[in-house]
């Protein structure tokens, strides 16, 4: 399965945006997706994530509230909705999926725990 995230873009303090993780050569439906973001000089670090059957999420405190993880497996995609964008915001996000074989649990928190992952998108919000 190959991931494919976009919808990154330069946006204000405030906006919102939407983005993608398109998966290819391969379906979705029985896959546990995340979202990663690594902002300049940090380590890479865990955003939202979304089991297997769209039923179970998980947010990094820092997003809760403002961002939503949803997946279309009609679509072959899984989305990250991002509302009221901070400059602290700013990362290069990236996607990343795995064959669902455990309770969705705080373990899909981890890279680890991902065996696909896709290049990256920038988001840059500005002040």
């Known amino acids: 399965v190959q991931l494919q995230a976009s919808g990154g873009g330069l946006v204000q303090a405030g906006d919102s945006l939407r983005l993608a993780c398109a998966a290819s050569?391969?379906?979705?439906?029985?896959?546990?997706v995340g979202w990663f973001r690594q902002a300049p000089g940090k380590e890479r670090e865990f955003v939202a994530g979304?089991?297997?059957?769209?039923?179970?999420?998980n947010y990094a405190d820092s997003v809760k509230g403002r961002f939503t993880i949803s997946r279309d497996d009609a679509k072959n995609t899984v989305y990250l909705q991002m509302i009221s964008l901070k400059p602290e915001d700013t990362a290069v996000y990236y996607c990343?999926?795995?064959?669902?074989?455990?309770?969705?649990?705080?373990?899909?928190?981890?890279?680890?725990?991902?065996?696909?992952w896709g290049r990256g998108t920038l988001v840059t919000v500005s002040s």
């Open positions: 990343a999926g795995s064959p669902q074989f455990y309770t969705y649990n705080i373990y899909y928190t981890r890279e680890t725990s991902y065996d696909y």
């Open positions: 050569g391969g379906s979705f439906g029985r896959y546990a």
């Open positions: 979304v089991d297997w059957r769209g039923s179970n999420t």
